[in-house]
């Protein structure tokens, strides 16, 4: 690995504006299947971010953006590579099922045991070791559930709960635009169900019930965004591959 470029902190993020007032925040020197999206989106009275990376580097000192204006921080679910600055944003949120983890964050509950070595990298942040990374604890100021609503003042997004991938994962839905913050239970790319109380009945479960949510755009928590075409192929393309599997799979009405 000492063949690899050490990246500083002012190198270390990258914002690139989306539509509809997103913002998208990623460390480009991590590699995709590793990469968390970091979603801002713009309110009227407060902003929204959604997922906060790896946490080696301060996003509030790095980013500009994530101080400009009253933010409400909510994580997608408790992995490692999502929650790494959450300790840095004052107002935060995570589904019940997992606040103990985001309040003690073991690295055997985060998957940072598994998956946060040198090998996540194209360039090393500066100042990395990972026998040392830890995540910071950040208690959640509020517990989330199925149907409870984040406010931004112009703009509300419906909490959808979405076991599998983890036991507290959740996804935001914009129901005037039809977009969708979907967190790890749906990107374009490997989804998976196998890791630490990743529960593969459960996905199944979560994604009939999403099929036919009508989305206009999801924004991921990793890999690029997509329409609702795309949607629909990944959800029905991780069906059948259960499907095949052997796994049983309820009928859809």
């Known amino acids: 690995m000492g063949s690899l470029p050490v990246i500083g902190a002012p190198g270390w993020y990258e914002t690139i504006r989306m539509a509809d007032g997103v913002t998208l925040i990623h460390e480009p ?18 902003d929204l971010l959604f997922d906060t990376g790896l946490g080696h580097f301060s996003l509030r000192t790095h980013v500009p953006l994530v101080t400009e204006r009253k933010l409400t921080c909510v ?60 995540i910071v604890p950040a ?65 199944v479960e979560t994604l009939l019930a999403m099929r036919d949510l009508d989305v206009s755009v999801v924004h991921g928590g990793h890999f690029p965004s997509f329409g609702k075409v795309r949607y629909c192929q990944l959800i029905d393309e991780y069906l059948a591959q259960k499907r095949q599997a052997g796994c049983h799979l309820r009928q859809r009405p």
Not at 29 to 46: E, L, S, T
Not at 77 to 97: L, Q, S
Not at 148 to 155: E, H, K, N, P
């Open 29 to 46: 020197w991590i590699k995709p299947f590793f990469r968390c999206n970091i979603w801002h989106v713009r309110g009227r009275d407060r």
């Open 75 to 134: 994580a997608s679910h408790t992995h490692f590579d999502h929650i790494g600055c959450n300790h840095e944003f004052p107002d935060r949120c995570v589904h019940r099922a997992e606040a103990k983890i985001l309040a003690d964050p073991r690295n055997e509950w985060t998957v940072a045991d598994r998956y946060a070595t040198d090998d996540m990298f194209d360039g090393l942040p500066q100042g990395w070791e990972s026998s040392r990374y830890r």
């Open 139 to 203: 208690p959640a100021d509020r517990l989330l559930g199925h149907g409870d609503v984040i406010d931004l003042g112009d703009r509300a997004f419906e909490v959808i709960h979405t076991p599998g991938h983890s036991p507290g994962g959740i996804a935001l839905y914009e129901k005037k635009t039809g977009m969708l913050l979907s967190g790890d239970i749906i990107y374009d790319g490997p989804l998976i169900d196998d890791v630490y109380h990743s529960d593969m009945s459960d996905y």
